[in-house]
């Protein structure tokens, strides 16, 4: 499968944004769904994930109350809305997939990758 991430760009703190990743080349709503973010000169750490319905999610406590991950399945699309963003939001956002009916929160898990979008939120 590919997948293609957009929507980044620079929002002052306090700021919205919406991440979207359109995926082809399989039947998407067998993927779990993910993001991850890498922040200059640290790992890639696990931001959210859904299920393949969209009926489980599961986020890293950073973001809980201020991301939302969405899916819609028949426009093949994953969302990360992101509300309240800190500086220390700063990352380039991939989303990832893997074909299973559990959430994955560990990167070696992920099958599929995304090319990253850049994410700058500035104090």
């Known amino acids: 499968v590919q997948l293609q991430a957009s929507g980044g760009g620079l929002v002052q703190a306090g700021g919205s944004l919406r991440l979207s990743c359109t995926a082809s080349?399989?039947?998407?709503?067998?993927?779990?769904m993910a993001w991850f973010r890498q922040a200059p000169g640290k790992e890639r750490e696990f931001v959210a994930v859904?299920?393949?319905?969209?009926?489980?999610?599961y986020y890293v406590d950073s973001v809980k109350g201020r991301f939302t991950i969405s899916r819609d399945n028949a426009e093949n699309t994953v969302y990360l809305q992101m509300n309240s963003l800190k500086p220390e939001d700063t990352a380039v956002y991939y989303c990832a997939a893997r074909l299973s009916r559990y959430l994955v929160t560990n990167r070696s898990e992920c099958q599929y990758w995304g090319q990253g979008t850049q994410v700058t939120v500035s104090s």
């Open positions: 859904i299920n393949w319905s969209g009926g489980s999610t």
């Open positions: 080349g399989r039947t998407f709503s067998d993927y779990a």
